[in-house]
């Protein structure tokens, strides 16, 4: 696994492995369900992953909607290639909320709403919860 997936908590964030690409739990929640999406290839620009990346992607995609709909009925989903500090193509997948959801008997906000997200508004979740919400998502995963 490259510098990036493992500076987003690889392998204890895993939430799905595909043959090109990871789903991982955002360490830092930006909002609730906030997830990577890390490419496995060595690829430093979005152009250079292999058609096969690319034809995955869909699939990953497809599914993580799916899953994080299921979970809390995201209002949009933003996906954000920055690129910046962590060079691997990636995507933080941030799932937007209107109106306040719930986990586990806690409320989470959307603070950004409906504006940009603020990657430095992050919800402070403890590694427990943290478990559970990565947990819950798999458990909600379409099937391979």
């Not at 999406?37 to 034809?55: H, N």
């Not at 299921?70 to 920055?82: E, G, H, P, T, V």
């Not at 997200?117 to 819950?136: M, Q, W």
Request: proline share 8%; aromatic share 10%; net charge negative.
């Amino acid at each position: 696994m490259n510098e990036t997936i493992l500076k987003f908590g690889y392998p204890e964030s895993l939430i799905r492995d595909y043959q090109s690409w990871v789903v991982l739990l955002r360490p830092q929640q930006v909002t609730l369900g906030s997830l990577v999406l890390a490419c496995k290839e060595p690829v430093k620009q979005f152009g250079e992953v292999s058609p096969a990346g690319f034809a995955e992607l869909s699939q990953a995609v497809a599914d993580l909607e799916s899953a994080l709909s299921s979970a809390f009925q995201f209002d949009r989903i933003n996906y954000l290639m920055l690129m910046m500090v962590d060079p691997d193509v990636h995507f933080h997948v941030i799932p937007r909320y209107a109106e306040p959801r719930s986990f586990e008997g806690q409320s989470f906000s959307d603070q950004s709403w409906p504006g940009p997200p603020a990657l430095n508004l992050v919800i402070d979740i403890d590694a427990e919860t943290s478990e559970r919400l990565r947990d819950s998502l798999k458990s909600r995963w379409p099937s391979a």
